[in-house]
C-alpha cells in the first residue's frame, strides 16, 4: 500500500516536522529543542540559543582516575573537548531554527508589554529580544501597559486611583499622570532599543557603518479616540474608547524598518488627549493590522486548577472555560456579551482556504460601539481595573482578551511570563514553547471520518489511484478501514483525507492515504493532516510512523521521514505487502510531545 500525497514538494533543503500549533508556514524544524533533550545531558545547563557549557575533564572514561596536570595538559584536552561540544551545539541550534526564520520573517507581531513587567528589571532583556528578532526582519508594534506607573504618580500626589470594572476614571489628576507616565515609558523603551547589538566579537569581520545603528522607533498620532461618556450615570471624564487604528500609518513606518510604539493615549477629532484602556489598544491594533500573532508579556503564567502550566488552548476551549467562569469575572462576563457563541463555530475562507476574520456580535459597553450594531475591525477588548488588579480570578482577563481576538481572525495569541529570562525566544523558537497560546485555526475542520463521508473520500481518492500512487481500494475494503480514515471538511465538503493503521504489539503505526483535493492544494492540508496524525499516534501509546511509497518520497523526506529496509515494518504487515509494486519504506520516530495540545474529542 502507498502513502502518497496530493501536496506541492518543496525544494530539499531540509526535513521539516509538521507542527502547526506555532508556526503558520510550511517551514518547520526535523528535531527542534525541547527540554527533555537537555536534560538528559547533565552537563550542560538551561539555555536559549547557546549559554555556557560546563564540562569536566576528570568524568567520563576518557579520564580514569587522572588528577589534574599543573601545565594543562588534561585540563587542556577536557577544555577542547568542551568547546567542541558546545560549537556542535551552536552548529545545531543554528540550523534547527532555520525553518522559525524562515517562518517569522516578514510576519508583524503585536507585544502588548503589561505595566508590571515595564517596571520590572526584566523588561531590559525584553527588550533586547524584541532588538535581535527585529534584525531577523519581524516587524513589531509595541503597546508598553501604564497602569502601575499612573497609580505610582497619584499616590506622590496624595491622590486615589478611581476604577469602574475595566475602565479608569480619568480626572485632570490622573490624565497628567497618565501623560507622564506615557511620555517617560516611550523614552525609556527608545533609549533601550537605540544602542543595537554589541560589536565586541564581530569586528574581525569587517568595517562596516550599519553595525553602528541602532533600531528605529517610531512612535505619532496613530490611534483617534473618543470619550467614553457618561455610563449608567458615571462620568468617565478623560477616560477614551479606541476609534481608529492607523493602519496605513503603521504599516508605512513598519515598512521603513521602524518598530511601531502605540501608546494608549489617544487622540480626539477635536483634539483632547484621552487615556485609554491597553488591552483595548492592542487587541484593536492587532485585529485592524491582521497581524500573525498577539503577544502579550504578563508577570506570571497560566496555570489550571492543580498548578500546572496551560500550553494551549483553541479558541472553543478557552471560549467554554470563560463561559464557565463568567459569574466570577466581569471582565468574562463582558466577553461572553461581546463573542455570540454561534459565532465560533462558523468560518468563510477566501479561494486559498485562508479563513476571513469572522464577525461577533457586539453589545454596548465593551469596547468601541459605532452604533450600527456591526463589527468594526478596530474594536479592541478591555481588561484592567481593580479585577486585574487584585488577581482573584488568576489571569482569566487576559485569557477572555485572547479568545476574543482570536475571534476576530487573529490566529495565534501568546500570553508569555515575562519574568522568565528568553521568554520570547524560549517560545518562538521552540517546538513546544514556554507560554500558553490561543489558537483559532489549529486543526480546523479535521475529525474522524463517518459512513456518510465515503463517497467524498472515494472522489479524493479515485485520481491517485488511476495514476499508480495509490493502490486500488473496492468500497468494501474503505468501509472496513473507515474507522482508520480522518478528513478534513470544509462547507460541508471532504477535501482532504488520509489513514493511520496502528499495530499496538509493535509500537508503530501505517501512514496511508494522504490526499488533497486539486483546488486546495498548495494551503498546508497535507502538512495539517500528518500533524494531526502525528498527534494521534502519540495519544494511542505508538513511538514510530511508517509508510509504503512509490512517488511521494520527497514530501515525506522533508517532513521527518528516513528510509527504512522492509524489516523495519511490522511482520503482520510485511505479509500483506505487494512486492510487485516496489514501494520505498519510510519511517519517522516521534518525539516527546510538551506541546499541551490534546485531541480528546478526536477519539469519542
Same mark, same amino acid.
Given at each position: 500500500m502507498a502513502a502518497a500525497a496530493a501536496a506541492t514538494s518543496l525544494s530539499p533543503c531540509t526535513p521539516i516536522q509538521n507542527h502547526q500549533r506555532r508556526l503558520q508556514s510550511n517551514f518547520? *524544524?526535523?528535531?527542534?529543542? =525541547? /527540554? #527533555?533533550?537537555?536534560?538528559k545531558n547533565r552537563s550542560i545547563g538551561k539555555f536559549v540559543g547557546i549559554q555556557s557549557l560546563k564540562i569536566s575533564p576528570f568524568e567520563g572514561n576518557n579520564f580514569p582516575g587522572k588528577k589534574i596536570n599543573v601545565l594543562g595538559e588534561t585540563e587542556s584536552a577536557g577544555i577542547e573537548a568542551s568547546n567542541a561540544v558546545k560549537d556542535e551545539l551552536f552548529v545545531r541550534f543554528f540550523r534547527e531554527s532555520w525553518p522559525y526564520f524562515l517562518a517569522h520573517r516578514g510576519s508583524t507581531f503585536v507585544i502588548l508589554i503589561s505595566a508590571e513587567i515595564i517596571d520590572s528589571p526584566n523588561l531590559d532583556h525584553i527588550l533586547m529580544d524584541i532588538s535581535l528578532l527585529h534584525g531577523l526582519g519581524i516587524k513589531f508594534v509595541l503597546v508598553p501597559g501604564t497602569h502601575v506607573q499612573i497609580d505610582q504618580l497619584l499616590a506622590e500626589r496624595n491622590c486615589e486611583p478611581k476604577y469602574v470594572g475595566s475602565y479608569r476614571?480619568?480626572?485632570?489628576? =490622573? !490624565?497628567?499622570?497618565?501623560?507622564?507616565? #506615557? $511620555? /517617560?515609558? /516611550? @523614552?525609556? @523603551?527608545?533609549?533601550?532599543? =537605540? *544602542?543595537g547589538p554589541s560589536l565586541s566579537g564581530i569586528r574581525r569581520h569587517g568595517d562596516n557603518s550599519r553595525w553602528y545603528d541602532g533600531v528605529s522607533v517610531a512612535s505619532g498620532n496613530f490611534l483617534a479616540a473618543k470619550r467614553r461618556g457618561v455610563v449608567e450615570g458615571i462620568d468617565y471624564a478623560s477616560t477614551g474608547e479606541v476609534k481608529k487604528i492607523d493602519v496605513s500609518r503603521i504599516r508605512e513606518r513598519l515598512d521603513q524598518d521602524s518598530i511601531v510604539l502605540l501608546?494608549? !493615549? &489617544?487622540?480626539?477629532?477635536?483634539g483632547e488627549v484621552l487615556n485609554c484602556n491597553t488591552y483595548e489598544v492592542a487587541t484593536a491594533c492587532a485585529l485592524a493590522l491582521g497581524a500573525e500573532k498577539l503577544i502579550c508579556i504578563i508577570d506570571g503564567p497560566i496555570l489550571d486548577e492543580y498548578g500546572r502550566l496551560i500550553r494551549f488552548l483553541t479558541l472553543q476551549d478557552a471560549d467554554m472555560l470563560i463561559r464557565k467562569r463568567a459569574k466570577q469575572s466581569e471582565t468574562a462576563a463582558n466577553y461572553v456579551k461581546a463573542v455570540a457563541q454561534e459565532d465560533l463555530a462558523c468560518a468563510i475562507f477566501d479561494p486559498n482556504g485562508k479563513a476571513f476574520p469572522r464577525a461577533p456580535k457586539f453589545q454596548n459597553g465593551v469596547g468601541f460601539d459605532n452604533w450600527s450594531g456591526l463589527w468594526s475591525t478596530e474594536q479592541g477588548f478591555a481588561i484592567g481595573g481593580q479585577e486585574r488588579l487584585g488577581r482573584l480570578n488568576g489571569y482569566l482577563s487576559e485569557l477572555a482578551a485572547a479568545a476574543f481576538v482570536c475571534s476576530g481572525?487573529?490566529?495565534r495569541v501568546h500570553l508569555l511570563d515575562g519574568t522568565m529570562g528568553g521568554v520570547l525566544l524560549k517560545e518562538l523558537f521552540q517546538r513546544d514553547g514556554v &507560554?500558553?497560546? %490561543?489558537?483559532?485555526?489549529l486543526y480546523e475542520g479535521i475529525r474522524m471520518a463517518r459512513v456518510t463521508d465515503l463517497d467524498g473520500i472515494k472522489r479524493l481518492l479515485l485520481p491517485l +489511484?488511476? =495514476? $499508480? @500512487?495509490? @493502490?486500488k481500494r473496492t468500497e468494501e475494503?474503505?468501509?472496513?478501514?473507515?474507522? #482508520?480514515?480522518? %478528513?478534513? +471538511?470544509r462547507e460541508g465538503h471532504i477535501i482532504a483525507c488520509s489513514a493511520l493503521f496502528p499495530f499496538f504489539k509493535d509500537k508503530c503505526g501505517e501512514v496511508a492515504a494522504i490526499a488533497v483535493s486539486p483546488e486546495c492544494r498548495g494551503q498546508g492540508q497535507g502538512d495539517k493532516l500528518l500533524d494531526y496524525i502525528e498527534k494521534k499516534a502519540s495519544f494511542l501509546g505508538l513511538q514510530m510512523l511508517f509508510l509504503l511509497t512509490t512517488r511521494t518520497a520527497d514530501w515525506f523526506v522533508r517532513r521527518g521521514f528516513t528510509e527504512c529496509s522492509i524489516e523495519s515494518i511490522p511482520e503482520e504487515r510485511r505479509k500483506r505487502i505487494n512486492i510487485s509494486r516496489r514501494s520505498k519504506y519510510y519511517m519517522k520516530r516521534l518525539l516527546p510531545d510538551g506541546s499541551g495540545i490534546r485531541l480528546d474529542n478526536a477519539y469519542a
Open positions: 518547520i *524544524p526535523c528535531c527542534s529543542f =525541547s /527540554r #527533555s533533550n537537555f536534560n476614571i480619568t480626572d485632570a489628576d =490622573s !490624565l497628567s499622570a497618565a501623560m507622564n507616565a #506615557s $511620555g /517617560r515609558i /516611550r @523614552i525609556m @523603551i527608545e533609549a533601550k532599543l =537605540s *544602542p501608546s494608549n !493615549l &489617544g487622540y480626539s477629532s477635536s481572525g487573529v490566529q &507560554g500558553t497560546m %490561543v489558537a483559532s485555526d +489511484e488511476e =495514476s $499508480g @500512487i495509490l @493502490i475494503e474503505l468501509l472496513q478501514a473507515l474507522d #482508520s480514515f480522518i %478528513v478534513v +471538511e
